[in-house]
Nanobody, 125 residues
Framework: VQLQASGGGLVQAGGSLRLSCAAS????????MGWFRQAPGKGREAVAL????????FFADPVKGRFTISRDNAKNTVYLQMNSLKSEDTAVYYC???????????????????WGQGTQVTVSS
């Protein structure tokens, strides 16, 4: 599967952005999806996950209550709605996918086999 992330940009603190990740190929519903981010000088961290059916979601503590993740399996797309953005949310955001079933629903980046190209999110304070 190929992933194409979009929707990043420059926004003021307190603002919102919605990231999209469009997947090509078949059987999108078989893929666990995740959003990760990497800030300059830091490692890649999981931000939000969504299971294959969309019935389970996970959010990292720094984004709980501000970010939501959703997927539209008919459109082969996963979304990350980011509200109340803070300067510390500035990073390159990546979408990722794996078809490892329940074991693939994980915050570990090495569980993900497919990655999008990344989209820059910059929050100005």
């Amino acid at each position: 599967v190929q992933l194409q992330a979009s929707g990043g940009g420059l926004v003021q603190a307190g603002g919102s952005l919605r990231l999209s990740c469009a997947a090509s190929g078949r059987s999108f519903i078989n893929y666990n999806m995740g959003w990760f981010r990497q800030a300059p000088g830091k490692g890649r961290e999981a931000v939000a996950l969504i299971s294959r059916s969309g019935g389970s979601t996970f959010f990292a503590d720094p984004v709980k209550g501000r970010f939501t993740i959703s997927r539209d399996n008919a459109k082969n797309t996963v979304y990350l709605q980011m509200n109340s953005l803070k300067s510390e949310d500035t990073a390159v955001y990546y979408c990722a996918a794996n078809s490892r079933g329940a074991l693939g629903y994980s915050t570990a980046a090495d569980r993900y086999d497919y990655w999008g190209q990344g989209t820059q999110v910059t929050v100005s304070s």
